[in-house]
C-alpha cells in the first residue's frame, strides 16, 4: 500500500516568472541561481502553508504568486524550514482597522482603531497581510518599506518562542554583538538618528529587527552606507549580501 501525497489547495501558476517580473522589483537583482532557488522557495510556500481571503475577497494566482515571492526573498539564504511558524497566510484587499490598544510612547496605552497594514500574531497564528499595501511595496523597494518582509521577519524572531528582536542565531557566540548592535541602534532611532530606518522601529527591540529587514533588503547600500556593523549581523543572519546585489545590478545596467 502506498500513501497518496496530499493535493495542494493551490500551486504556483505556470507563468509564475511573468507575474514576478511583472509585479516584484527584486527579481530584477538576483541571478540566475537565485531565481531559480527562489521559485523552489515560491512553490514551497504556495503549496505548504495554507492561504485564505478575508471576508468577501477572493485569491488570485497574482496575489499568492507576488506575496510568496517576497516571503521567499527573506528565507532566499535560510530555506522553507525557517517559516515552520508561519500556519497559514491572510489576505485582506487593504489596510485593516484594529481595535485592539497598543503601546504607546513611555509605557502607556493608546486605544484604536489603527491601521494595521499586516500582523503577525504571536505563537503560531497566521500572517495578515494587506493585498494593496504588499502590492504597492514589491513595485517600490525604495520606499525601505514592505508589510511581506515585515511580518514574516516577526515570524522568524518568534521561533526562538519570544518576539524581541533576535531570530536564533546560527552560532551562540553571535549573541552578544547582535544585541550590543541591535540595542545601539534602537537608542539612535529614538533619538531621530535611525536614517534609513522607519520611525515605526523605535517601538520596541521586536518591531526594529522587522523594520531593520526592510531596509536591510530594500535599501541595502543607504544601510549599509548609514549604518554599517547593524548591515553586516543581519546580512550574516541572512545569509545574503543585499548590498553586493544592488551594486552587480547597477553594473549589469550601467553595461560593465
Ligand atoms: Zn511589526
Request: charged share 30%.
Amino acid at each position: 500500500m502506498r500513501f497518496l501525497r496530499r493535493r495542494p489547495a493551490a500551486t504556483l501558476p505556470d507563468d509564475w516568472v511573468d507575474i514576478v517580473e511583472r509585479n516584484v522589483a527584486h527579481w530584477a537583482l538576483l541571478d540566475d541561481e537565485e531565481r531559480e532557488r527562489l521559485g523552489d522557495l515560491m512553490e514551497a510556500i504556495v503549496e505548504g502553508k495554507r492561504w485564505e481571503a478575508a471576508n468577501g475577497f477572493a485569491l488570485t494566482d497574482e496575489i499568492r504568486t507576488v506575496i510568496a515571492a517576497q516571503a521567499a526573498l527573506l528565507v532566499l539564504g535560510l530555506g522553507f524550514d525557517w517559516y515552520r511558524a508561519v500556519q497559514a497566510i491572510v489576505v485582506h484587499p487593504s489596510t485593516v482597522m484594529s481595535h485592539e490598544p497598543r503601546p504607546g510612547p513611555a509605557g502607556t496605552m493608546e486605544d484604536g482603531p489603527f491601521p494595521l497594514l499586516g500582523l503577525a500574531d504571536s505563537n503560531f497564528g497566521p500572517v495578515l497581510i494587506a493585498w494593496d499595501e504588499a502590492r504597492a511595496n514589491a513595485r517600490h523597494p525604495e520606499w525601505g518599506h514592505d508589510v511581506v518582509l515585515h511580518e514574516f521577519a516577526h515570524k522568524l524572531d518568534m521561533l526562538d518562542d519570544v518576539i524581541n528582536g533576535t531570530p536564533p542565531l546560527h552560532r551562540r557566540e553571535d549573541g552578544v554583538r547582535w544585541y550590543e548592535v541591535c540595542t545601539g541602534e534602537l537608542a539612535l532611532l529614538r533619538v531621530g538618528e535611525g536614517w534609513p530606518l522607519r520611525d515605526y522601529g523605535g517601538t520596541d527591540p521586536g518591531e526594529f529587527f522587522a523594520v531593520a529587514t526592510e531596509a536591510f533588503f530594500d535599501l541595502p547600500l543607504e544601510l549599509e552606507a548609514a549604518k554599517p556593523e547593524l548591515y553586516r549581523v543581519l546580512r550574516d543572519f541572512y545569509r545574503q549580501d543585499t548590498a553586493v546585489r544592488a551594486r552587480r545590478a547597477a553594473g549589469r545596467e550601467e553595461g560593465h
